[in-house]
């Protein structure tokens, strides 16, 4: 993809949308097109807000529709420009089934199209998307040119639990084996302090007021040479209530590989630049607005609104991170 | 509006929205949040593409499932933070009313809500839209705060000719006395050259290449003291094929009413620098991609898609338009 100038990639980001607030397609499109991205985005779902709210309206779509609009697209020569595919949460199984397909598809077209999966399936040790997914994920790997699974995915997905830095890079290393996609990002993992290199420890493992406890991000790469490139990422985390931080996780990564296409590392270190400052604005404002720190899922909607990510107002560090932070480490691994 | 920072600005945005391409809410999204406004975006339709190619797939929303959508916003407290809503191209005689009772409803809780409102129904003298679309339009206009038709619609609002500019000024003055809107702007209004006043002729009444006929955009404004403000403003026009440039005018006329909250005419003057600075850009790529210059319909997708609006691609001049252009000008009437 690197041949092309910025202005020629075009993104075909599938994902949920929010008539308020910013998740899914919400949260991926705007950085995307502030970075000069043309973005195509299939909304698999309407809803008046996300499912953190108390209530909300909307539908969804079924994998028939989907596939209407792939044919759309596919009958006016609309796909063929595609440089990547982007996908979020995909709560359906025969939606995902029918995006595979698609993928499988604009491959055969462009060769080099850059399939971006961020294979959602649950968090914290939960899964909540029905359990057919899982296997259906696997597969997707195959067609998967990146991956950004978190730690309870990357676990899912390779059935290797991880606690500590040993068995996370073993996780990795096995889902290339089995998976085929040569670039892994795990984008939370949580590990014990004592186990973390010396060169990303920012805090001296001490927890300060908006750091209660650092988190990391992990890299893994298949080199053009067959090794395999590992890198840690620390970052402060900040006590809060946050939705579509993966999204926009995601969606940067799209951007990122391509300023870095050689170090996937690199890339993501520049994602994390980004996504932390998006959060801490998106923390500050929550402070200011809430009656006090908020974790877990608030009960009062407007409490739930006032923790929308600050992605419009965070506009300057999608565009120009600070890449200088002291809290923000790499080192290989 | 104006005691509010311009973060502070949160859009409602009905219209619709196409997978591929520029047009409804995909024209005016980026914009408006490039500017730093948040945008609520309702999608009335999700098409793969937009109407002008051969053919499309997709869905309608009825007015019972956009009506449920605001029904959501309301019940998480979501919809009364709303500065203003943005309506687009609305086909739907049972959306546009529902659209016309929620307005209503959002002034009630927020009075200095405003409400811009285009009034797609046709243009070059063929209507689009049902006929019964008229009279709601008409009604709506006592609901509207800036309305922003094209000839053809101002005629059909008001039941006057437009032949020259003593015309167009009554046809404006006629929709202040009978809808009610304090601010109007006649999108584009063909005027025969002897009619203009000298200082907005830039050509000397002659067509060049890029300039095949000079166009108009007509403001009128009702003052503090009930006196009434027009403005003429002429710009380039390029030979070309289309579409999404009314709802890019209308998204940049939410923003600039802001930066020039007691002129309009100098509000519309800075959205024509923008829209125009973005058509050329297409104007330059459609000449670029396609094998000839097109107007009207072209038969080929491909012809169609090179055609789309080159917006992410023109962001600059939605930031920063170049207000001194010497084939833009402005003068009283």
Redesign the interface.
């Known amino acids: 993809m690197t041949d092309l100038a910025p202005?020629q990639y075009r993104v075909l980001s599938i994902q949920s949308?929010m008539?308020?607030?910013y998740c899914g397609n919400?949260a991926a499109?705007?950085p995307l097109?502030?970075l000069?991205?043309?973005?195509?985005?299939?909304?698999t779902v309407?809803?008046?807000?996300h499912t953190g709210?108390?209530?909300?309206?909307?539908?969804r779509l079924d994998a028939a529709?989907v596939q209407?609009?792939?044919?759309?697209?596919e009958?006016?020569?609309?796909d063929k420009e595609y440089t990547h595919v982007l996908t979020g949460y995909i709560g359906n199984v025969d939606i995902l089934k029918t995006i595979e397909n698609q993928v499988k598809k604009l491959k055969e077209k462009r060769p080099n199209l850059i399939f971006v999966c961020d294979p959602v399936m649950g968090d914290n040790g939960r899964l909540y998307v029905s359990p057919e997914i899982v296997p259906l994920y696997r597969e997707i790997l195959t067609v998967a040119d990146v991956i950004t699974p978190n730690q309870f995915e990357t676990e899912t997905l390779s059935g290797i639990k991880i606690t500590d830095l040993a068995s996370a890079k073993l996780a990795a290393m096995k889902l290339h084996e089995e998976g085929g996609a040569k670039r892994i990002v795990i984008t939370t993992l949580t590990l014990p302090s004592d186990q973390v290199p010396t060169a990303v420890r920012s805090d001296n493992g001490k927890a300060t007021l908006d750091q209660p406890q650092p988190l990391y991000c992990m890299t893994s790469q298949v080199s053009d040479d067959g090794s395999i490139l590992q890198h840690l990422i620390s970052f402060p985390t900040f006590e809060g209530y946050f939705t579509g931080t993966g999204d926009l996780f995601s969606a940067m990564t799209v951007a990122r590989l391509q300023d870095y296409p050689h170090s996937l590392a690199h890339a993501i270190y520049k994602v994390v630049c980004t996504v932390n400052a998006i959060t801490r604005l998106t923390w500050e404002h929550q402070r200011k607005n809430t009656r006090r720190a908020i974790s877990g899922k608030p009960a009062d909607?407007?409490n739930?609104?006032a923790c929308e990510l600050r992605l419009?107002?965070g506009?300057k560090h999608i565009e120009h991170p600070d890449m200088t932070s002291s809290t923000i480490l790499m080192t290989d691994i």
């Open positions: 202005e949308h008539v308020s607030g919400k499109t705007f097109q502030t000069g991205y043309d973005v195509d985005v299939l909304n309407q809803f008046s807000n709210y108390p209530s909300w309206t909307g539908e529709k209407q609009l792939f044919d759309g697209l009958t006016n020569g609309l909607p407007n739930v609104h419009i107002q506009r």
